[in-house]
């Protein structure tokens, strides 16, 4: 029996055995209370009646009021000797079919029926099992007796709470089963369940099919989504991995060819074989290094540094920025085309330094990694936000290029040609200011061209 079985049947037969002892205390100590009290109750109501009748009135509905109240009713008059009185009454309680081995009125008893007082009296009739109620009053010149019996309970509680222990015995029995029977049905999925989780735990990520109908089978769905978000995350993770790691034998080379150079410049002047040109080498490599470091800092810096929200001309940033490689764009032979037709709104609100910073990485490398001369640029208003689109023509693509593209230390020239590739920073620079504008970005590309987008909002009124 697994552990549970065992829980379900002892909570089970706890609750049995609970139902049982109360119905045995209240069977053995509240329900004869309780019923003498509902007799009583009757013969109060039935009293009320009787006081507000005359003794006329009472002969022709004394039936009736028996049968309606299931009581006996007896009338007497007074009469001056008591043990003569109680004959009469005990004689046409007989009648009735009442038969009271024990029965007596008290001249004090009299005394309160003459003052029209109601007597109260309760004869137990041991040897017949039974107690007799009765009311007397005083209706007019008569003796009125209305009882009832109350039969003694001990021995139908005896049975009753007799019976009530075979059922619980009974019950704790189908109970061991149907807690067996549950528990099986709850286990075995929960099994399936505890064996995904620990597959899971070993990195081995799989779905659980279940259907029970209830919240075993949306604990199951909980699972499979927590496998498939792991199993994203995981393969994230190690592509993250594979990029640091590429990046860091990439960067690692890039730093040491510049400082191999320089350490052999440096002995080239030692030794006197500078021919004027040396220095000019070492500057050079230093600012190289210090552009990568800067760039290393700089993403850093974007995560936690603040941002400086206000509306700007949007236009009119891209056209500064397009100022700065006017000399660029005509020493490459290449041209840049703004269309901006439907722009009808260019301010715009964002932090302008750091769309700038957008706008620069995305033209650099439109020039660099275009193979035809033309790059187009759409700024366009859809709805409340303001479009900015680049367009280039690449050389060549595949899915996973975009998958990975906006990814830290990833570039999609693999051979590190520094005149088809950079850092592989731009784009995660880029990445980094659009979410924190919480501005919508993305990469399409289809043919032999491929396209950058990104959004902000425009300024209401």
């Known amino acids: ?49 009787v006081q507000r009748t005359s003794t006329d009135e009472l002969a022709k509905a004394e039936a009736e009021l028996e049968q309606q109240y299931n009581v006996t009713i007896v009338s007497s008059e007074f009469e001056s000797n008591l043990n003569d009185l109680n004959e009469t009454i005990r004689r046409k309680l007989y009648a009735e079919g009442v038969s009271l081995s024990k029965f007596w ?20 009739q041991t040897k017949l099992n039974t107690s007799f109620l009765v009311t007397f009053l005083r209706v007019d010149d008569k003796l009125v007796l209305i009882g009832t019996s109350v039969a003694h309970s001990d021995q139908s509680l005896r049975a009753v709470n007799t019976f009530n222990l075979f059922i619980a015995v009974g019950a704790l029995l189908f109970t061991l089963g149907l807690a067996w029977l549950i528990a099986r049905q709850i286990i075995r999925p929960l099994k399936e369940l505890a064996k995904n989780a620990e597959d899971i735990s070993n990195l081995d990520f799989h779905k659980t099919e279940l259907k029970t109908g209830d919240e075993i089978e949306l604990l199951a769905a909980s ?15 190690e592509q993250k991995n594979d990029n640091l790691q590429s990046f860091i034998s990439d960067i690692s080379h890039e730093f040491k060819t510049p400082i191999a150079l320089i350490k052999a410049y440096s002995s080239g002047i030692r030794d006197g074989l500078d021919d004027g040109t040396f220095l000019h080498v070492i500057d050079k490599k230093t600012d190289e290094m210090a552009l990568l470091v800067d760039k290393l ?10 941002y400086h929200m206000a509306d700007f001309n949007f236009k ?22 703004v269309d901006d037709r439907r722009l009808h709104q260019p301010i715009v609100r964002g932090d302008q330094q750091k769309i700038g910073i957008v706008l620069d990485n995305f033209i650099s490398n439109a020039l660099k990694y275009s193979n035809e001369p033309r790059v187009r640029i759409e700024l ?25 593209i906006w990814q830290p230390y990833y570039v999609m020239e693999s051979s590190r040609n520094k005149q088809l590739s950079g850092s592989g920073l731009g784009l995660s620079i880029v990445r980094a200011i659009l979410e924190k504008h919480e501005a919508p970005y993305g990469t399409v590309a ?3 061209e491929i396209q950058f987008y990104f959004s902000l909002p425009v300024r209401s009124g």
């Open 105 to 124: 009125l008290s001249e004090e008893s009299i005394k309160e029926l003459k003052q029209n007082k109601p007597v109260h009296k309760l004869y137990n």
């Open 297 to 306: 800092l700089h993403l850093a810096k974007l995560q936690n540094e603040p």
């Open 1 to 49: 029996m697994s552990k549970l079985s065992r829980k379900l049947f002892w909570r089970m037969a706890i609750m049995i055995c609970s139902v049982f002892l109360v119905s045995f205390l209240v069977n053995t100590y509240f329900l004869p209370k309780y019923m003498l009290y509902q007799k009583k109750v009757n013969l109060a109501e039935l009293t009320a009646t």
């Open 316 to 337: 009119a940033l891209l056209v500064r920025v397009l100022d700065n490689y006017e000399v660029a764009i005509q020493h490459a032979g290449k041209m840049v085309e």
């Open 223 to 237: 699972i499979n989504q927590m496998s498939d978000k792991l199993k994203d995350a995981h393969l994230a993770l």
């Open 380 to 404: 366009a208003n859809e709805g409340e936000r303001l479009l900015f689109t680049i367009r280039n023509s690449i050389r060549s693509w595949d899915e996973k290029n975009l998958k990975q």
């Open 446 to 448: 289809e043919a032999e």
